[in-house]
């Protein structure tokens, strides 16, 4: 913590972190719905009109836990990514899926609080959207970095023409992964949003009694989401 805070600012901080830390507790007995700053406050000690000088709103502290998550899973990726050659691209790749899934294991209540069904009555803020992104450039950078190098070797078998109505969201998408044309895109999601399905089935106990070498097969997967993006894996 920087020496330049003042007394009451290192205070608050060390409080804003205790009533995250114990709320991330209560995810995990309660749920994201079950959150409540008054049983937060009742844990801590607390005053229930004290917390509020923290977090005015449950969906305050909701926000601030759904940052700390997905700045978490960020930081995994970046520091997964970066351990890897810059022009191993399929490596880059599979470093990057275990990181996720590393991370969704070591904390399923937060990854269901980012992946899981949406909190009802909540919208998340505009706020979370930078660190939301974090992974998903480190993503993008990789898919860019081998189109660019001409590492990209699609499957032989032509896919279905992209449909026009797409070539605007794809200017969108874009911003994230830039220099690629279209069909690049639309496979990249298509990837993107395999790793997270996966991981959806692994957490939400729908591969149990049915894959029992979880690890073991999520590489193979992985490596397959790897060629059909034509990544080398």
Not at 6 to 13: G, I, Q, S
Not at 51 to 56: E, S
Not at 61 to 75: K, M, P, Q, R
């Amino acid at each position: 913590m920087s020496s330049s805070l003042t007394a009451r600012e290192r205070v608050r901080a060390e409080l804003t972190r205790e009533i995250t830390d114990v709320a991330r507790r209560q995810l995990a007995v309660e749920g994201a719905s079950g959150l409540s700053l008054r049983a937060v406050a009742r844990e801590m000690g607390m005053a229930s009109s004290a917390i509020y000088r923290y977090f005015p709103s449950r969906d305050d502290l909701l926000t601030a836990l759904i940052i700390d998550s997905y700045n978490a899973v960020g930081e995994a990726v970046e520091k997964a990514d970066a351990a890897v050659p810059p022009e191993d691209h399929g490596g880059r790749w599979m470093a990057v899926c275990h990181a996720v899934r590393n991370w969704a294991l070591a904390h399923p209540h937060e990854y269901a609080l980012l992946y899981g069904s949406p909190v009802p009555g909540y919208r998340a803020p505009q706020d979370t959207v930078p660190a939301a992104l974090r992974d998903t450039a480190v993503y993008g950078r990789i898919v860019s970095d081998a189109h660019r190098a001409g590492a990209l070797n699609p499957p032989d078998t032509a896919p279905p023409p992209v449909p026009p109505s797409f070539h605007e969201d794809a200017a969108r998408v874009r911003e994230l992964i830039p220099d690629v044309p279209d069909d690049v895109i639309v496979r990249s999601l298509i990837v993107w949003t395999g790793l997270f399905g996966w991981l959806n089935f692994e957490l939400f106990g729908q591969f149990t009694n049915v894959i029992l070498d979880l690890t073991a097969v999520f590489d193979h997967a992985m490596r397959c989401q790897a060629h059909t993006l034509g990544l080398p894996a």
